[in-house]
């Protein structure tokens, strides 16, 4: 995956940062999608559904999109997307998509779990 450039800001430094509280996640399922809102306490079927996808480990979100608040056009962030997954793949790492969006935008990041 491409490096992250040397003049990103550090979270502190960006004030983007403090939105990411405000981030709906989007998780495909079997069962069909399931948005979870990180505004407000996760309930316990979501819980149950991210256990069951995470098969009862800790797990982490993240996202190649963007890289510390640097704007990049749709076909780069894609591009890292797909080299990210391929390097989960490639270390036997099992993962899942997670998409994450603003609750008052339609700004939309892809990524893992």
């Known amino acids: 995956m491409p490096p992250v450039p040397d003049d990103v800001p550090a979270p502190r430094d960006d004030p983007a940062w403090a939105h990411y509280g ?54 780069e962030n894609r591009a890292r997307l797909r080299a990210l997954e391929t390097e989960l793949d490639a270390r036997g790492i099992d993962w899942f998509p997670v998409d994450g969006h603003g609750a008052s935008s339609d700004h939309v990041e892809h990524g893992v779990a």
């Open 22 to 75: 405000d981030t709906i996640l989007a998780v495909a399922t079997d069962a069909g999608p399931i948005e979870i809102d990180l505004r407000v306490p996760l309930g316990a079927q979501a819980a149950g559904v991210l256990r069951g996808l995470a098969r009862e480990r800790a797990f982490g979100i993240a996202t190649p999109y963007n890289p510390g608040g640097a704007t990049l056009d749709d076909g």
